[in-house]
């Protein structure tokens, strides 16, 4: 079986799974990697074919935002996915990092790195929206100033990997 199809048999398999609904620290980290699941799988469909190097990969979190959200009350550690897109010197990591951040669930953050130009590295940052998909923001945004990450959206953001 090769890395993608492991890849998305794993995404199909949390397709399958139903997320507990009570709010459980555990139904959100499910909620959380499942949506980034659902994210690679989407990029991996935009890019397929344009000659950008996409990698998909799993990462082990230590997710220190849900100490006191859960009855041991510690941290949680979870696999959850990556995502890096490369042309040539020029790249867009969206890295998860962390369950919790204020009223935010399911944060992330996207980086559009250009060696070759001003300002070299451009950060954005994603949560997950309340129903489905993503909210997104620049760095100098407030914190309550998220708008929905749509299609146009997400490629007008990474506009410099080109």
């Not at 998909?56 to 550690?77: E, K, M, V, Y």
Request: aromatic share 10%; glycine share 6%; hydrophobic share 35%.
């Amino acid at each position: 079986m090769s890395v993608r199809e492991r890849f998305f048999k794993k995404v199909q398999q949390k397709q399958n799974f139903t997320a507990p609904s009570d709010g459980s620290v555990a139904g959100d980290i499910q909620a959380f990697c499942q949506r980034m699941d659902e994210l690679a799988q989407q990029v991996q469909q935009w890019f397929e074919g344009s000659g950008i190097d996409v990698a998909i990969a799993t990462i082990p979190l230590q997710d220190l935002s849900t100490i006191g959200h859960s009855l041991n009350s510690g941290a949680s550690r979870y696999d959850i996915t990556t995502i890096r897109l490369q042309n040539g010197t020029r790249s867009v990591s969206i890295m998860p990092g962390q369950l919790y951040q204020k009223e935010s669930k399911g944060c992330v953050t996207l980086t559009v790195n250009t060696p070759d130009r001003t300002p070299v590295k451009q950060y954005f940052y994603l949560c997950m929206a309340p129903v489905d998909g993503w909210l997104i923001r620049n760095e100098q945004q407030l914190k309550t100033s998220y708008n929905m990450m749509t299609e146009d959206v997400f490629f007008s953001v990474i506009d410099k990997l080109v």
